[in-house]
């Protein structure tokens, strides 16, 4: 069993991959929290259909959403640096890291975006009416009322894209960042034991989704908790 599989070899190296899981890790969160962000911007400018400025959004979501995702990678780590050089400015000597967070933020963005725009329209139009019946403004309605349900509505769907963005951490090595994936190839070829570090990898990354899911589940819960002991003091206010 040895000779195909050592079982010794994974356990040692384990530890290794795990000193990169840093990597993984911010790549993931930072991405995730810019592109959250920048995503209910998004949704917010196609909600009020704010002209010129929504039909380029939408331009920029159908890009998004349309292209593999390797291919963006490739084409703002490559080409950003070339149109930038074209234009007089060199960015050449910018850490990898910088374009792998621009490419994950922008990739987030989009999809949170419809995401956002989604949930927020499917709030009902009685409660926005309410909202503004009992004297809220619409900033106050959007606060208290609109975005606490819309994103309550948005932490599945927001939490399987972050999902899909921790897995697709794993395709950065393809522009040099050294990460877990790149450090198991890496040993691989020095020990010719890829099945042993895949698996180390594997184990890794299931752990984390499994930590990104459960803590999911637990803001949904805490978020809905939340939401329904607001709507008792609205309701006391009323």
Do not use: C
């Not at 356990?11 to 995503?39: C, D, E, K």
């Amino acid at each position: 069993m040895s000779k195909y599989f050592d079982v010794g070899y994974m356990i040692q190296s384990l530890p290794t991959l795990l000193s990169y899981i840093h990597v993984t890790l911010m790549i993931t969160a930072v991405s995730a929290v810019l592109g959250i962000l920048l995503g209910s911007l998004i949704a917010i400018v196609r909600i009020k259909k704010v002209p010129v400025l929504n039909q380029i959004l939408v331009v920029f979501i159908s890009f998004m959403r349309g292209t593999p995702f390797l291919v963006q990678l490739f084409l703002i780590y490559f080409g950003v640096p070339e149109i930038m050089s074209h234009l007089g400015m060199n960015v050449r000597n910018l850490p990898g890291l910088v374009f792998v967070y621009a490419v994950f933020t922008l990739h987030i963005a989009a999809y949170s975006a419809e995401i956002m725009r989604a949930s927020i329209s499917a709030v009902s139009q009685g409660e926005k009416e309410a909202a503004m019946a009992i004297g809220m403004t619409e900033l106050q309605s959007y606060v208290r009322i609109i975005l606490p349900q819309a994103f309550t509505l948005s932490i599945p769907p927001l939490t399987n894209l972050i999902i899909g963005m921790l897995k697709g951490t794993a395709l950065v090595f393809n522009v040099g960042v050294v990460d877990m994936m790149r450090r198991a190839d890496l040993m691989g070829g020095n020990s010719q034991r890829y099945l042993e570090l895949f698996v180390d990898a594997a184990i890794i990354y299931a752990v984390l989704i499994f930590i990104v899911t459960t803590a999911g589940r637990w803001i949904e819960k805490r978020y809905t908790v939340g939401e329904r002991q607001t709507e008792r003091v609205l309701l006391s206010e009323e």
